[in-house]
């Protein structure tokens, strides 16, 4: 089966990083699109970066264009999300999601699995 899990969160300062972790495992990255998404208390979730082996990364938004990267270990079947000069207005709850193919939506819904999400708090 499918199956997405997240780590790496927790409480950070502004101006550092932290790197999440998405392992995946029941199925080979180069056949799906890798998202990942952030949703903060009252706002929708928001699609920041995606990755398809094929076709390398697809899109990203100007809140954390030049900060956030994503990277791939295929061997591991891992996807990696690091986050850099992190703000207050980062904190969210940090998810990675697997749609098959790559077609790399910014979308929520094009998404099929979804890891249990991982809280990054910046602190103020």
């Known amino acids: 089966q499918v199956q997405l899990v997240e780590s790496g969160g927790g409480l950070v300062q502004p101006g550092g990083s932290l790197r999440l972790s998405c392992a995946a495992s029941g199925f080979i990255l180069d056949y799906y699109s890798i998202g990942w998404f952030r949703q903060a208390p009252g706002k929708e979730r928001e699609g920041l970066l995606c990755?398809?082996?094929?076709?390398?990364?697809?899109y990203d938004v100007d809140a954390v264009k030049g900060r956030f990267t994503i990277s791939t270990d295929n061997a591991n079947n891992t996807v990696y999300f690091q986050m850099s000069s992190l703000k207050p207005e980062d904190t969210a709850v940090y998810y990675c999601a697997a749609d098959w193919g790559t077609v790399c939506s910014k979308f929520a819904y094009e998404y099929d699995y979804w890891g249990q999400g991982t809280q990054v708090t910046v602190s103020t």
């Open positions: 990755i398809a082996s094929s076709e390398g990364r697809k």
